[in-house]
């Protein structure tokens, strides 16, 4: 009998354990590991570094408040990093999930970026990112499932006075 | 103790990847692995009782109350959003996995057509450029490779035209700006979509300034002949010529602006005075007033 029920707790134990680590998959309060393609040629317009590391530092956070925005349905969260169609889709999503009751959680692990067109009047930008992210689906904050994508997202950004902003966000398949 | 607790840890391993196994696989939920965008489609699920379906992804979410067993139709229209697709079967007993994609109609809608610029000077290389992004009717991005002609037509000589092939969803080309002045259309298009912009062709800088001289009274008066680009464009009215006097070491200085074509002016009529214009990086005739031209 006190086997069996030190059996029991390791059991627990070990089932605690494989909890915690898909909690912390979910959770992935780690930066994601970001690689970028060389990029040679972007078309008819030289991509200066600057100009690079500003469409990837704003592409990615506009990655960090879609996982917010998703979370929560607060269309608020999209506007310092969407725009056109992109931010009105997005939003029509979390309008939708709200009326669901639904909510999801997506915690992208790494991206693997290349851009491919930089406009010759230099006012859009276009990259391909291999995203590897998690998503997990709440039903009335009930856990439906958690599942992991691997997928090939296209992107178009655009300047603003500030920063650039995504326009399209659209997922394809490889 | 140790060996029942390895033996234990190794169960409750197989035990998560089996039911890990379970889950994941598609068993009897059956999906295209592609929807184009606004297309019918319908997912068959296996067993029997209630389910619940849900279809999630950053473009749209839905939710459907199933029968298991039964076949899920989705009417022409209702997943419209083109990207990666959750699908989740929850019923009492099982949670089913799987995922699909949406990809944009073949068909393009609508264009975003970027023009620049609007204002360019004639006769320049590659001066105007076109970009055109190619949406479906559901404003996907139609990533399909298709061609996309761009026609620039103004008020004289032929109509430019280029065609290229779109790559993930964008096109773009560079054109000449044409050797007469006016307004041009700029016309995009791919498939039965089009957009059209106007761009205005602008007289270039001046390409020759010449001016002649009279006495008027006690001044001279200065006048050039018409400021033309080197296409025979008039240069637009307010371009400022400026005319230079130097006379016994000084130098006077008049900024006139262009009108109808012509700069005029009046300075002091000294003897032996030299009279210059200049108009931009372009220099004009001399005049030595007295001595002769």
Redesign the interface.
């Known amino acids: 009998m006190k086997g069996a029920s030190r059996g029991m707790s390791a059991l627990r134990l070990v089932l605690m354990m494989c909890s915690l680590s898909v909690a912390l998959s979910v959770s992935g309060s780690d930066q994601p590991v970001v690689h970028v393609e060389p990029t040679d040629s972007v078309g008819p317009r030289v991509l200066e570094k600057q100009t690079e590391e500003a469409v990837i530092r704003d592409y990615l956070q506009a990655w960090r408040n879609l996982s917010g925005a998703f979370e929560d349905n607060q269309v608020a969260l999209l506007d310092a990093d969407f725009v056109g169609t992109a931010k009105e889709k997005l939003a029509d999503t979390l309008r939708e999930q709200t009326k669901l009751g639904l909510r999801t959680r997506y915690r992208d692990s790494a991206h693997d970026l290349q851009l491919i067109f930089y406009s010759p009047e230099g006012l859009s930008v276009q990259l391909i990112d291999t995203v590897t992210y998690d998503v997990q689906i709440l039903d009335h904050d009930k856990v439906q499932t958690t599942q992991h994508v691997r997928a090939r997202y296209v992107a178009v950004l655009t300047p603003t006075e500030v920063r650039w902003k995504v326009r399209v966000l659209q997922a394809e398949p490889e | ?1 140790k060996s ?2 390895t033996s ?2 190794l ?3 197989i035990l ?1 990847a089996s039911s890990q196994l379970s ?1 994941a696989q598609t068993g009897g939920l059956h999906m295209p ?2 929807v184009e965008a606004g297309a019918a489609f319908s997912i068959q699920s296996a067993g029997s009782g209630h389910a ?1 379906l ?1 279809i ?6 839905l ?1 459907r109350e199933v029968q298991l067993g039964e076949t899920t139709s989705f009417a022409p229209g209702e997943l419209h ?4 697709y ?1 699908v ?1 079967l ?1 019923s009492d007993s099982s ?1 089913e ?1 799987g ?1 699909f ?1 949406v ?2 109609a073949r068909q393009p809608s609508s264009l975003s057509f ?1 023009a ?2 609007s204002r360019v000077p004639v006769d320049l290389h590659d001066g105007i ?1 076109g ?1 055109v ?1 190619v ?1 479906d009717t559901f ?3 139609v ?1 399909e490779p298709a061609q996309a002609s761009f026609q620039l037509s103004g008020v004289a000589g032929a109509p430019q035209a280029r065609t290229v092939l779109t ?4 096109a ?1 080309m ?1 054109m000449d700006s044409a050797v007469k002045e006016g307004a041009a259309q700029f016309v995009a298009r791919v498939g039965n979509a089009s957009d059209a912009r106007v761009i205005t062709q602008v007289p270039g800088d001046p390409c020759s300034l010449r001016m002649n001289a009279r006495p008027s009274g006690q001044a001279l008066a200065l006048e050039t002949d018409p400021v033309r680009d080197c296409r025979g464009n008039a240069v637009p009215d307010g371009t400022i010529v400026t005319f230079t006097e130097t006379y016994d070491g000084d130098e006077a200085t008049v900024d006139v602006p262009i009108k109808r074509g012509i700069a005029r002016t009046e300075m002091p009529a000294h003897k032996g005075a030299t009279i210059s214009v200049a108009t931009g990086v372009v220099m004009g005739n001399e005049i030595h007033w007295g001595g002769g031209q």
């Open positions: 103790m029942r607790l234990l840890f169960g409750a391993l998560v889950v692995k592609t619940t849900y999630v992804g950053l473009g749209q979410v939710r959003s083109a990207g990666h959750a989740l929850v949670t996995n995922t994609d990809t944009a970027l620049r610029p450029s970009v992004y949406f404003q996907n991005l990533l790559r993930n969803g964008v773009w560079k």
